[in-house]
């Protein structure tokens, strides 16, 4: 069993930045990946970037590159997404999960057996 709890988001103007936590608690030893996505209103739920609990190595898609940054805190088990220069498509809600089985791609959200609960980042114009 894997506990996410998910803090910060917000409202920023565009080119503003905002930073994203994920607190992992429960059998956290366990886990491989945790990963982030994003669902905007009205689209599918996409990949934002990942990160191995073991080697650090992250990933991201191709428009987000140079803008985020996932980050583990290894102290209090936790991982963030820094977001800068965010634009107003950056607009949805963010979640956090992880994957204590390896299998399938890191990209997709059905690889992935724990989620928290989703933190609102809205960018304006």
């Known amino acids: 069993q894997v506990q996410l709890v998910q803090s910060g988001g917000g409202l920023v103007q565009a080119g503003g930045s905002l930073r994203l936590s994920c607190a992992a608690s429960?059998?956290?030893?366990?886990?491989?990946?945790v990963g982030w996505f994003r669902q905007a209103l009205g689209k599918e739920r996409e990949f934002v970037g990942g990160?191995?609990?073991?080697?650090?190595?992250?990933g991201s898609l191709d428009s987000m590159k140079g803008r985020f940054t996932i980050s583990r805190h290894n102290a209090k088990n936790t991982v963030s997404l820094q977001m800068n220069s965010l634009k107003p498509e950056d607009t949805a809600v963010y979640y956090c999960?992880?994957?204590?089985?390896?299998?399938?791609?890191?990209?997709?959200?059905?690889?992935?057996?724990?989620w928290g609960q989703g933190t609102q980042v809205t960018v304006s114009s």
């Open positions: 999960a992880a994957r204590t089985v390896y299998g399938g791609s890191s990209r997709s959200p059905e690889s992935y057996n724990y």
């Open positions: 429960g059998r956290t030893f366990t886990i491989f990946t």
């Open positions: 990160i191995s609990w073991t080697g650090g190595g992250t």
